[in-house]
């Protein structure tokens, strides 16, 4: 499985809307994620397997008490097999916000275990 599809298939759970790098339309509440992917587990000078640096934005209205989906996020991208995330308040005067990070490795499938 891909990271895009074990992100979308994770966080679709929480049950509110899910955008893969940016979101510019009206919804109120929703997600949006994104990732820095690193080389690992490098032998014979290539790297076999990455590992991702994942974040998924929470976006709410003020006034909303967002911890059943903080904790629910968290338990969903636990179950996906990522880190257990750590969670910053980007709250602004727009609205809340909240910045969900964790780690998740592909064991190999992105680069391959057949390089020499």
Not at 23 to 48: F, K, N
Request: hydrophobic share 35%; charged share 15%; with cysteine.
């Amino acid at each position: 499985m891909s990271v895009d599809e074990m992100l979308n298939t994770a966080l679709t759970a929480a049950g509110l809307p899910v955008f893969p790098n940016s979101y510019t339309g009206d919804e109120e509440r929703y997600l949006v994620w994104s990732y820095a992917q690193i080389p690992a587990v490098h032998a014979c000078d290539a790297p076999h397997a990455a590992r991702y640096l994942i974040t998924v934005h929470l976006y709410l209205p003020h006034k909303e008490n967002p911890n059943a989906l903080k904790q629910a996020i968290s338990r969903a991208l636990f179950n996906a097999d990522c880190t257990w995330p750590s969670i910053t308040n980007i709250s602004d005067s727009e609205g809340q916000g909240y910045a969900i990070e964790c780690e998740w490795s592909d064991g190999g499938g992105y680069y391959g275990n057949d390089n020499p």
